[in-house]
T-cell receptor, first 113, second 114 residues
């Protein structure tokens, strides 16, 4: 199994631009999570899906952030417009039936200048 | 407010010795506790977990201890190896009734010196 696949690995964009991060979870996993890692806040959960349905988006920082999961094999996290404070590493993770042993992708390092 | 606290940002030990990583949590209702390991430029990987009904769980060189009265969790690595050098995150599943949120501490960077 290829594991959780995230793209791109690195993204540099200018303030105000739209950014889309992509994730392909492990096949058969019912849960998908988006996390953000920063020095100040550590790893924080942004949103998670169960069977493609958003369950908890209380961690999404602002309306500029949105996430979708149109099918079981694909999810996107979009930031529009992006701001320098959005610079962080964004992780996608999936889990077969329960959050505990979530499998993480390698992350997308986002830099907004 | 942090629900999970790892007060030591870094720890350095000699190869072959014991590494002890600590974690404190705020809510006595937390059910499940986990440790994840993270190497640079990679995502976190699951290491070991423990349920609130236990006080110890072992997996090879890794042992997790849970002290519910103190709301304290620790990870012991014996013997430590240079390949164990990584950032270790303590995590909890805080909700009851189906919540699947993993809440992480800020991590402790472990360096094992040869």
């Amino acid at each position: 199994d290829a594991g959780v696949i995230q793209s791109p690995r690195h993204e540099v964009t200018e303030m105000g631009q739209e950014v889309t991060l992509r994730c392909k979870p492990i096949s058969g996993h019912d849960y998908l999570f988006w996390y953000r890692q920063t020095m100040m806040r550590g790893l924080e959960l942004l949103i998670y899906f169960n069977n493609n349905v958003p369950i908890d988006d209380s961690g999404m920082p602002e309306d500029r952030f949105s996430a979708k999961m149109p099918n079981a094999s694909f999810s996107t996290l979009k930031i529009q417009p992006s701001e320098p404070r959005d610079s962080a590493v964004y992780f996608c993770a999936s889990s077969p039936s329960w959050a505990g042993r979530a499998f993480f992708g390698q992350g997308t390092r986002l830099t907004v200048v | 407010d942090q629900q999970v606290k790892q007060n030591s940002p870094s720890l350095s030990v000699q190869e072959g010795r014991i590494s002890i990583l600590n974690c404190d949590y705020t809510n006595s209702m937390f059910d499940y506790f986990l440790w994840y390991k993270k190497y640079p430029a990679e995502g976190p990987t699951f290491l070991i977990s423990i349920s609130s009904i236990k006080d110890k769980n072992e997996d090879g060189r890794f042992t997790v201890f849970l002290n519910k009265s103190a709301k304290h969790l620790s990870l012991h690595i014996v013997p430590s190896q240079p390949g164990d050098s990584a950032v270790y995150f303590c995590a909890v599943i805080p909700g009851r009734g189906g919540s699947e949120k993993l809440v992480f501490g800020k991590g402790t960077k472990l360096t094992v010196n040869p």
